[in-house]
């Protein structure tokens, strides 16, 4: 009879200049009853990856393990390209029913870049760098008190459904000092988190404090647990501090600003009282080869060598029609990945006036190399001491590729 064991396999490809994981998990049902489940994760190298279902449901072992073995051949043949890899991070177990949180993100829309320099001068506001990665909801509710207390952690997504969440970071937020509260933050892959706002606590269950006064107690919840996982997230509460806090992200590559008005309360959707300013760079580049029967193109630029990168993909939206093979063209971009491509790239049109020779890889912002500073990495003002992936799925844009 053959032995039953739980497995977890976890792989990177770097092949065609490609660099991703694909994670693959063979564990007992939960629930008992002699069943199996399988799960996978896959995304950019280091990102933070979901975990989802290999197989519906739990099933007898002699099937998840013939789905895991033949699914660990493919990645691992010459075709898929995948090799072994040191053990990536453990997430919560898969959670598949009465998934609502009743949880929701208050969201950012975009404002004009002369607006936002207008309210930078008006103190009324206070900003902080925006972090490029998933966002994530995390709530800890805690039934009974003493030894007996049972604590129980779950994180959401922009949609308000319950996701896993890394073990290591699910055990941080445990040992935070409160019995209830909300967090909202991003995701920054490799089981870190940037916390950038205390929604809930018990003596305020729904955020109708000012945001300025959740920030303070947000800070305050995160250094009495100090935790390697807490990602620093940069803020300003002057104007003159504003300025400063916009130049230094640009300079390092950063992803864009956040303005909130610091006496708002939270709310949930799409409002007034906060925004988002992202930097978005422009690049030269060229059509290296047509999607066959898409609205997308792949394009390139030249290396140090003269020889071509690969930039990957950009669509081209219904009112452009799609360039040539060779053209030259123009792509606005967040920042561009090491391993290739670019983040939320937006067509922008065909450049009659440029050549071959000025679509070059120098031209291009890479990702800032300290996206995942630790919370002690920022010095606070005194005011404040106290690709389409393997399971033919769409891939989410604008994820962070690791920290």
């Known amino acids: 009879m053959t032995q039953q064991c739980e497995e977890h396999v976890y792989l990177r490809s770097q092949k065609d200049g490609a660099d991703k994981d694909y994670n693959l998990h063979l564990e007992q049902d939960a629930a008992g009853a002699g069943l199996w489940r399988l799960f996978y994760e896959n995304g950019k190298h280091g990102a933070a990856l979901k975990k989802k279902e290999k197989v519906e449901g739990a099933v007898p072992y002699d099937q998840a393990k013939k789905v895991f073995d033949q699914t660990l051949k493919e990645k691992m043949s010459a075709k898929g390209g995948y090799v072994s890899q040191a053990a990536g991070v453990e997430y919560q177990s898969l959670v598949t029913v009465d998934r609502i949180s009743g949880l929701a993100p208050q969201l950012l829309k975009s404002i004009p870049e002369a607006l936002v320099y207008q309210r930078m001068n008006d103190p009324s506001y206070l900003w902080e760098e925006k972090k ?21 952690v779950i994180g959401t997504n922009r949609d308000g459904l319950i996701v896993p969440i890394p073990k290591e970071l699910a055990d941080a ?35 109708q404090r000012g945001c300025e006064e959740r ?4 800070q305050q919840l995160l250094r009495a647990a100090p935790s390697p996982y807490w990602v620093s997230v940069a803020i300003a509460t002057t104007p003159e501090a504003a300025r400063e806090l916009d130049k230094e992200v640009r300079a390092r590559g950063g992803e864009g600003l956040v303005g909130k008005l610091r006496a708002a309360p939270y709310t949930p959707g799409v409002g007034e009282d906060q925004f988002k300013f992202p930097y978005l760079d422009r690049a ?25 990168v690969s930039l990957k993909k950009v669509t081209i939206p219904v009112n452009y029609d799609v360039p040539p093979l060779g053209a030259i063209v123009d792509v606005e971009y967040l920042y561009a990945y090491p391993s290739g491509g670019l983040a939320q790239p937006r067509y922008k049109g065909i450049r009659n006036d440029r050549r071959l020779e000025h679509c070059v890889v120098s031209q291009l912002k890479f990702k800032s190399v300290d996206a995942c500073a630790p919370l002690a990495y920022h010095q606070h003002q005194e005011h404040y001491d106290p690709m389409p992936d393997d399971e033919n799925e769409e891939e989410v844009i604008g994820m962070a590729p690791g920290c």
């Open 215 to 218: 920030w303070l107690a947000l």
């Open 173 to 207: 937020v445990a040992s935070l000092p409160l019995p209830f509260f909300v967090l909202d933050g991003e995701d920054m892959g490799q089981g870190r988190y940037a916390a950038f706002d205390l929604v809930a606590t018990e003596t305020d269950p729904n955020g």
């Open 132 to 152: 490029d990665g998933e966002r994530r909801m995390i709530r800890k509710t805690t039934d009974g008190t003493g030894p007996a207390a049972v604590v129980t």
């Open 284 to 308: 030269t580049v060229y059509v290296e080869s047509h999607d066959a029967g898409k609205r997308s193109v792949n394009i390139a630029a030249l290396g140090a060598d003269g020889q071509p």
